[in-house]
Nanobody, 116 residues
Framework: QVRLVESGGGLVQPGGSLRLSCEAS????????MTWYRQASGQERERVAR????????YIANSVKGRFTISRDNGRNTVYLRMNNLRPEDTADYYC?????????WGQGTQVTVSS
């Protein structure tokens, strides 16, 4: 059973940093790309970043380019989203997702609030 569990969200001041984690289980993590999405209240879900099986980021949203970095640790079955220089507009629920055998799996999300 595929399971994704996000953690690391919280309240941070503008200009601050957070690192989100998404721990995967129930499948061969290293064989699948991973993606982070976010959804702010009342807005459409936005794809933030994607990392391939080789460990290279193959997508980063323009809105976070230069501030967010996606990485993975296959030994820990975990994908990370390092977020620097956070802005109030980064406030959202953040989700990790993967597609295994044609089915999309999502975590429960972790909330990030950027506010002074």
């Amino acid at each position: 059973q595929v399971r994704l569990v996000e953690s690391g969200g919280g309240l941070v001041q503008p200009g601050g940093s957070l690192r989100l984690s998404c721990e995967a289980s129930g499948y061969t993590f290293r064989d699948y790309p991973m993606t982070w999405y976010r959804q702010a209240s009342g807005q459409e879900r936005e794809r933030v970043a994607r990392i391939g099986v080789g460990g290279s980021s193959d997508y980063i949203a323009n809105s976070v380019k230069g501030r967010f970095t996606i990485s993975r640790d296959n030994g820990r079955n975990t994908v990370y989203l390092r977020m620097n220089n956070l802005r109030p507009e980064d406030t959202a629920d953040y989700y990790c997702t993967t597609r295994v055998y044609g089915r999309d799996y999502w975590g429960q999300g972790t909330q990030v609030t950027v506010s002074s």
